[in-house]
């Protein structure tokens, strides 16, 4: 049972436009949500993270959106570069010991 | 700040043989993970340690693989005996206490 989805295994962008990547959750008790960039050989690197108690986290040229009655957080990237390139991984915790439940991942390529 | 150190980067073994791997985390961080990620997955926790003691081992399959972070600071990762569907990528992350997980290089297992 996937708790947390992200249903778009890739995504193409052209450089310069925005990136939208987007996650779904299913556990209602979760309360931290995070976005992680993986190149290919490395592990993951955190992106930007966002607090139930939020709506909006802004870093940069990233953003993450969190809508907690429809379970769905997205990450906007803009304008998006070519180095950007990457699989990105939406997790989700909950609970004390703040085990990390995680996506598939998204796999965006942004090209010149 | 250096980051979370693994080795070694590359493993091949044959089924039913062992191995082990190694994982130095960020200097302070109180808790660390590993994981275990197939392609095409996202990470999925196998242990949880908290300074020496273990927090989570629920998805550890204790029957092949164990691990030990017996001084509180470095760990090991050990799969005895190995089968095919072991290989993967093995990573390693650490954590202040509860915190946003930072994760090494990794380590890819491949069984034949």
């Given at each position: 049972d996937q708790q947390v989805k992200q249903n778009s295994p890739s995504l193409s962008v052209q450089e310069g436009r925005i990136s939208i990547l987007n996650c779904d959750y299913t556990?209602?008790?979760?309360?931290y949500f995070l976005w992680y960039k993986k190149y290919p050989a490395e592990g993951p690197t955190f992106l930007i993270s966002i607090s139930s108690i939020k709506d909006k986290n802004e870093d940069g040229r990233f953003t993450v959106f969190l809508n907690k009655s429809a379970k769905h957080l997205s990450l906007h990237i803009?304008?998006?570069?070519?180095?950007?390139?990457a699989v990105y991984f939406c997790a989700a915790s909950a609970g004390n010991n703040r085990k990390l439940i995680w996506g598939l991942g998204t796999s965006l390529a942004v090209n010149p | 700040e250096a980051g979370v150190a693994q080795s070694p980067r590359y493993k091949i073994i044959e089924k039913r043989q062992s191995v082990a791997f190694w994982c130095n985390p960020i200097s302070g961080h109180a808790t660390l993970y590993w994981y275990q990620q197939i392609l095409g997955q996202g990470p999925k926790l196998l242990i949880q340690f908290q300074n020496n003691g273990?927090?989570?081992?629920?998805?550890?399959?204790?029957d092949r693989f164990s691990a030990e972070r017996l001084k509180g600071v470095d760990s090991t990762l050990k799969i005895?005996?190995?089968?095919?569907?072991?290989s993967a990528v093995y990573l390693c992350a650490s954590s202040r206490l509860l915190g946003t997980q930072y994760f090494g290089p990794g380590t890819r297992l491949l069984v034949l």
């Open positions: 556990n209602s008790m979760f309360d803009v304008p998006s570069q070519p180095g950007d390139s | 273990v927090v989570d081992d629920s998805q550890l399959p204790k005895q005996p190995a089968k095919l569907e072991d």
